[in-house]
């Protein structure tokens, strides 16, 4: 997530892979992505690995396996390659499909893409198999915060919080499910039952 892709003034998150290696839900490997600011259109991108304590906790601490690799805000590719590791962070195609027009004249589909023209952030870590522990039977989650705080695609506020259990904040649902239901009708009743359902699955 990049500072150009958010409202004015949000902070690029941190992104944790987290891997289980033991099934019991808790974290003992964990990859870190943390981003500089973005400063005169430029941005870097570091990545950590994590184990033990420092795994399953909401530190930013690990062995440092890569460092300041620039952060692509257009159609160039940077991959920077560490020993066994390889990372890339930058703007790619969207390769989502969706037909808005017909979403919003009643399911009557046109065949045009909304998001043909529309790019996403994209990470991707390449890593040894050895770096994922010796248990072939893994668990993997994805997590994004600000360290203080995560974030999930379908999560709200939640407070009080503590170390092992930050407060989520959605940043994804609100927006996109209102700006889609809002179409159900232009009463104000009806536009009270979308935005409420959209409070209630957000």
């Not at 570091?46 to 906790?57: K, P, S």
Request: a positive charge; hydrophobic letters at 35%; one cysteine or more.
């Amino acid at each position: 997530m990049a500072d150009h892709l958010d409202a004015p003034g949000l902070k690029s998150p941190n992104m944790d892979a987290e891997i289980d290696t033991d099934a019991d839900a808790v974290a003992e490997i964990a990859f870190r992505i943390t981003f500089s600011p973005k400063v005169k259109g430029k941005q870097t991108a570091r990545v950590r690995r994590a184990t033990g304590a420092e795994a399953a906790g909401n530190s930013s601490g690990g062995q440092l396996i890569i460092k300041d690799t620039p952060v692509n805000f257009d159609s160039s590719i940077t991959i920077m390659e560490s020993g066994p590791y390889k990372f890339y962070a930058g703007l790619r195609s969207d390769p989502f499909f969706f037909d808005l027009l017909g979403f919003l004249n009643g399911f009557k589909f046109t065949g045009s893409d909304f998001f043909i023209d529309k790019n996403v952030f994209s990470m991707v870590l390449e890593v040894p198999n050895t770096a994922l522990g010796a248990n072939p039977k893994i668990g993997i989650w994805v997590r994004g915060g600000l360290r203080s705080t995560r974030c999930s695609t379908m999560g709200t506020p939640r407070t009080p919080s503590t170390a092992s259990h930050p407060p989520r904040t959605g940043r994804s649902s609100r927006p996109v499910l209102w700006r889609r239901w809002s179409h159900l009708g232009t009463t104000p009743a009806r536009r009270r039952r979308s935005r409420s359902f959209c409070s209630r699955i957000s």
